[in-house]
């Protein structure tokens, strides 16, 4: 329990570091109330999918996975994003077609990536309840919450003003980005925080192309797809 408190304090104060940083960059012109707003999302996103960090003792089926913690973190995702607005947060089928063509070449180049990547690895034992798993829960509620509504939310706070290859991008790409490499790479234990490097490249560089396909596309249906296929493609292959 420390540990996991810890490891929360370091991931939000990362992050939160980020938005600072974004806030000089910008001359303070940053709505704060948003970005207090995420920060405090991530507390409560971070509660949920640790199921109260143990104390939650709920269990759909015995299982090595997560499955209630991230149906409880999708369920927080799914209310902000009625509140906020689900379109806004890219909970929706409809596709910008100006942008699709663009974001179904990157993720054509992604697939081919994931299954080089998968041919040169070696496979590990399949197992069903894993792979149900990973075809479903990480891309419905990492992108969801990463790519939706904290996404949205740090938008607000910074606004989106540059546009990159058409898509409209601002500092909450980055710092949403790196908010998702840190849940990946940060952690805490011993007594001191531990952060692997290449984790985080791995995670936080993909998540920036993800976000580069959710604003480009208005939806987050293709980043799910890519999601769940880059973690189950090293399963299958």
């Known amino acids: 329990m420390p540990d996991a408190i810890m490891a929360l304090a370091g991931w939000i104060g990362a992050t939160a570091a980020a938005g600072l940083v974004a806030a000089v960059a910008l001359r303070g012109r940053v709505k704060w109330l948003w970005l207090f707003g995420a920060l405090a999302l991530m507390a409560a996103y971070d509660a949920l999918l640790t199921r109260g960090y143990g104390h939650i003792p709920i269990q759909f089926w015995p299982s090595d996975w997560n499955w209630e913690g991230k149906a409880m973190a999708l369920a927080l995702s799914l209310t902000v994003a009625l509140l906020l607005g689900a379109r806004r947060c890219g909970l929706t089928l409809k596709q910008d077609r100006k942008g699709l063509k663009g974001a179904l070449i990157l993720s054509g180049l992604l697939v081919a990536l994931f299954l080089g990547l998968a041919l040169y690895f070696p496979t590990p034992p399949l197992n069903a309840d894993e792979l149900a798993f990973q075809l479903t829960m990480p891309g419905l509620d990492e992108e969801l919450f990463y790519r939706g509504v904290l996404l949205l939310m740090l938008n607000e706070a910074f606004a989106r003003p540059l546009r990159v290859l058409g898509a409209p991008m601002g500092w909450g790409a980055l710092i949403s980005s790196i908010a998702f490499g840190l849940a990946h790479a940060l ?20 998540a920036l192309l993800l976000v580069w396909v959710r604003e480009k596309t208005g939806s987050l249906l293709l980043p799910v797809l890519l999601h769940n296929f880059a973690n189950t493609v090293f399963l299958i292959v």
């Open 187 to 206: 952690g805490y234990s011993d007594g001191g925080f531990t952060f692997d490097a290449m984790t985080m490249a791995l995670t936080g560089g993909p």
